[in-house]
């Protein structure tokens, strides 16, 4: 896999948008340590997306991309919209309440592992050596940061065991992606699959948490515009633009360092504590990134490593 310069940009971004998001989810929701403040969950990711909707017409309309989808193809945005952006953010924002920030991030960014796993089980896929290591060494680093942590995920089983579960539904999700072969414009596709997500979740809201809706603090405003901005208005398009033009491996393991960011981003701004396997994770990590992406130097090196499904974009 020999990344262009546009994807290796597209990467970073992306890592720094989302790396940053989970202690600003977790203050949004919850609060500092110091200060803990309970706002209802769906309602926060309620009006991300809808706030995040406007940013995202803005960019079709500048960019000129048709807003309309073909009857025939909305089962197609249905099935994408439903692990990829429905599943997934309703459960994370639920559980996130009850787990750090950091490991949070950690537990959802086992996607990775699951997607391979189900490349290899599912979809046909084959694994070369660099990406097993990568895959591997992943693991390990999750495994790592979660180390110090028992005792705290054993207090909210139900969390850590949904977050996970998020994880591999996303890891699902990301390959329905890659193979789908819808005739859709990528950023068409985010802005139907965000507006189905925004619908679902703020009917959760009403049924759920209307009886505690209030006016949001300064914070949870701020948290609230940070999604909408740079989470629903730019990471899932970045995500689903690596998704698709990355072979599948090498797109899941590439972002292997936003939990990283989001665990070390997370001491910083929200005091919870490190410890030693959280640095011998983030030299896993490293490693795992660069047994995907490092140029190949060698004529034939890895050359199935990827696997050989790819959708059309």
Same mark, same amino acid.
């Given at each position: 896999?020999?990344?262009?310069?546009?994807?290796?940009?597209?990467?970073?971004?992306?890592?720094?948008?989302?790396?940053?998001?989970?202690?600003?989810?977790?203050?949004?929701?919850?609060?500092?340590?110091?200060?803990?403040?309970?706002?209802?969950?769906?309602?926060?990711?309620?009006?991300?997306?809808?706030?995040?909707?406007?940013?995202?017409?803005?960019?079709?309309?500048?960019?000129?991309?048709?807003?309309?989808?073909?009857?025939?193809?909305?089962?197609?945005?249905?099935?994408?919209?439903?692990?990829?952006?429905?599943?997934?953010?309703?459960?994370?924002?639920?559980?996130?309440?009850? #787990?750090?920030?950091?490991?949070? &991030?950690? @537990? *959802?960014?086992?996607?990775? =592992? %699951?997607?391979?796993?189900?490349?290899? +089980? !599912?979809?046909?896929?084959?694994?070369?050596?660099?990406?097993?290591?990568?895959?591997?060494?992943?693991?390990?680093?999750?495994?790592?940061?979660?180390?110090?942590?028992?005792?705290?995920?054993?207090?909210?089983?139900?969390?850590?065991?949904?977050?996970?579960?998020?994880?591999?539904?996303?890891?699902?999700?990301?390959? #329905?992606?890659?193979?789908?072969? &819808?005739? @859709? *414009?990528?950023?068409?596709? =985010? %802005?139907?699959?965000?507006?189905?997500? +925004? !619908?679902?979740?703020?009917?959760?809201?009403?049924?759920?948490?209307?009886?505690?809706?209030?006016?949001?603090?300064?914070?949870?405003?701020?948290?609230?515009?940070?999604?909408?901005?740079?989470?629903?208005?730019?990471?899932?398009?970045?995500?689903?633009?690596?998704?698709?033009?990355?072979?599948?491996?090498?797109?899941?393991?590439?972002?292997?360092?936003?939990?990283? @960011?989001?665990?070390?981003?997370?001491?910083?701004?929200?005091?919870?504590?490190?410890?030693?396997?959280?640095?011998?994770?983030?030299?896993?990590?490293?490693?795992?990134?660069?047994?995907?992406?490092?140029?190949?130097?060698?004529?034939?090196?890895?050359?199935?490593?990827?696997?050989?499904?790819?959708?059309?974009?």
């Amino acid at each position: 896999m020999n990344p262009t310069r546009r994807q290796l940009w597209v990467l970073v971004l992306l890592t720094l948008v989302w790396g940053l998001n989970w202690p600003v989810m977790k203050l949004g929701v919850s609060g500092t340590p110091a200060a803990p403040a309970s706002w209802p969950p769906l309602t926060f990711r309620a009006l991300s997306m809808l706030f995040g909707l406007p940013v995202l017409a803005a960019a079709l309309w500048w960019l000129r991309v048709p807003f309309r989808v073909p009857r025939a193809l909305w089962g197609e945005v249905v099935k994408l919209a439903l692990p990829n952006m429905i599943v997934w953010h309703v459960v994370v924002i639920l559980a996130l309440q009850s #787990l750090s920030s950091g490991r949070s &991030a950690i @537990l *959802a960014y086992t996607m990775p =592992v %699951f997607s391979a796993l189900w490349g290899v +089980a !599912v979809f046909g896929d084959r694994l070369g050596l660099r990406p097993s290591v990568g895959v591997a060494a992943a693991g390990l680093g999750v495994v790592l940061l979660l180390w110090s942590e028992f005792s705290s995920l054993s207090g909210a089983p139900l969390a850590a065991l949904a977050m996970l579960g998020s994880a591999c539904i996303w890891g699902l999700g990301t390959h #329905l992606l890659r193979r789908s072969t &819808a005739p @859709l *414009a990528l950023l068409t596709l =985010v %802005f139907w699959m965000t507006a189905l997500a +925004a !619908v679902v979740v703020l009917l959760l809201a009403w049924v759920f948490e209307r009886h505690a809706w209030r006016w949001p603090t300064p914070a949870v405003a701020w948290a609230i515009a940070y999604n909408a901005v740079a989470v629903f208005g730019f990471a899932h398009a970045a995500w689903f633009y690596l998704a698709r033009s990355m072979p599948p491996v090498a797109s899941t393991i590439s972002v292997m360092m936003i939990p990283v @960011l989001g665990t070390f981003s997370g001491a910083w701004a929200l005091g919870e504590a490190l410890h030693w396997q959280d640095f011998a994770a983030m030299a896993l990590m490293v490693l795992a990134i660069g047994a995907v992406l490092w140029r190949q130097t060698t004529a034939g090196a890895d050359a199935p490593a990827a696997g050989s499904s790819r959708s059309s974009a």
